[in-house]
């Protein structure tokens, strides 16, 4: 192996940029000393290179893959859809547990008053406002406990299969629904908390809309709150028991969601990064979608591919490494 | 500071100097007790340079490759004389002890041989 050659690998212990810009006065200084060194000083040499190479690239902050702002955007825009799908959870467990929605106590197991989950749904809650206010190292956190404590439920459902015990459970015990479908929930919770980034990848992103703009999406979304809770029962006192399903929609998430996002959309079409963001989000839309209608496991493995395509495809703009290092 | 980095910023207070002739330099300057590998010259020069304390002067191209002159800046300079003072007066402190130690010594030879 020709010294140049072997000199080339050693200098591979240092890191990429870092080589960018030395190697090649290194590599002229290592062979313009190669001639006056022993045969036996060859092997320090080496050590010394790979020594300082490594120590380089441990003493260097770590450059992490850049979230691009497409993905800061969907991010908080799944927040603000949680919060509004939290609010609504909230308040239908509120008016089911004060007896003012009018339906049968046979109806119970869809929303209890001792519905464990409240804590997931305060903290989107609080995410969102927090996001709305500005404060986005509190969001941050509370994204993460709602991500941590909805995997919780996810796996004590799946330990105790249906049932689910939680220290606030005062009344009979909780019937956990389909786990795929809190699978499916648990997944997009996790998702738009790691897609936050950190707090200033968070302020960048919810910049990236105006903030009126926001307000306006997670206000529709409450007032499709207040139709649901109204047009339930009205639903029921038409239809009566004929169609549960189609009544346990309307009072549902459904329409909150629905309106929420159109005004989202609406927003998200005229900012930069919004189409990729909203291309995101139909893609993370797919997993709950798809948990209500189709096999478990199969809607499970779909969501993840789904994900990390869409990651993937977000990525793609990803911040370059800079080429120079820092000293010159 | 380390002996390599007050070696350098010694070295390259005759005149700008690039990566080989450095070397040179640092071993001239040393008696040849001290041979600089590469690496740590290279390493003694991020930190110098990111401290401000040397700069580059040129950059050539010779045979195909980048070669860079460094200099001390007068950052550097002051740096290296509060250095040289704090090296001077230890050194002072070490002579001085080095004196009574030597002086008690004699002493100790001359009375064990009066016996």
């Known amino acids: 192996m020709s010294p140049e050659r072997r000199y080339r690998l050693l200098l591979l212990s240092y890191p990429r940029s870092y080589r960018a810009a030395r190697a090649e006065e290194m590599l002229d200084v290592l062979l313009a000393t190669e001639g006056r060194r022993g045969a036996l000083s060859g092997m320090p040499e080496a050590v010394s290179l790979v020594g300082h190479g490594l120590a380089l690239r441990l003493s260097r902050p770590m450059v992490r893959p850049a979230f691009s702002p497409s993905v800061g955007l969907a991010g908080v825009s799944l927040l603000c859809l949680l919060a509004v799908l939290g609010a609504q959870q909230l308040t239908a467990a509120g008016i089911r547990g004060l007896g003012l929605d009018g339906y049968p106590d046979e109806w119970r197991i869809g929303v209890l008053w001792v519905d464990p989950r409240w804590p997931v749904h305060a903290l989107w809650v609080t995410t969102g406002l927090a996001l709305l206010l500005g404060r986005h190292r509190p969001a941050l956190a509370s994204a993460w406990a709602a991500a941590v404590l909805q995997t919780w439920h996810l796996v004590v459902t799946a330990v105790t299969s249906v049932e689910l015990p939680w220290p606030g459970d005062v009344g009979p015990h909780w019937v956990a629904p389909g786990g795929i479908a809190q699978g499916s929930w648990a997944l997009l919770s996790l998702s738009s908390a790691v897609m936050l980034g950190g707090p200033a990848a968070a302020a960048r992103a919810h910049a990236g809309m105006p903030g009126r703009r926001w307000c306006m999406v997670v206000a529709t979304g409450l007032v499709g709150v207040a139709l649901a809770s109204v047009a339930g029962p009205a639903a029921y006192a038409l239809l009566g028991n004929a169609h549960p399903q189609l009544v346990d929609d309307v009072r549902g998430p459904v329409l909150p969601l629905v309106l929420a996002a159109a005004v989202l959309a609406s927003g998200l079409l005229h900012v930069p990064h919004g189409r990729t963001a909203l291309l995101l989000l139909g893609m993370l839309a797919a997993a709950p979608l798809a948990a209500r209608w189709s096999e478990p496991v199969g809607t499970l493995g779909a969501s993840m591919v789904v994900f990390v395509a869409g990651y993937a495809v977000a990525q793609r703009g990803r911040r370059r490494v800079p080429s120079t290092p820092g000293p010159l | ?115």
């Open chain 2, 1 to 115: 500071m380390q002996e390599p980095t007050f070696l350098v910023l010694t070295a390259l207070l005759g005149e700008p100097l690039h990566g080989y002739a450095l070397l040179g330099e640092v071993e001239s300057v040393s008696d040849g007790r001290v041979r600089l590998r590469v690496g740590t010259l290279y390493a003694a020069l991020d930190r110098l340079t990111e401290e401000g304390l040397v700069a580059v002067e040129s950059e050539e191209v010779v045979n195909g490759r980048l070669r860079r002159t460094y200099a001390v800046t007068g950052a550097g300079a002051e740096t290296l004389a509060a250095e040289v003072d704090r090296m001077t007066a230890l050194a002072k402190k070490a002579r001085a002890r080095l004196r009574g130690r030597l002086a008690a010594g004699a002493a100790t030879v001359a009375t064990a041989g009066a016996r």
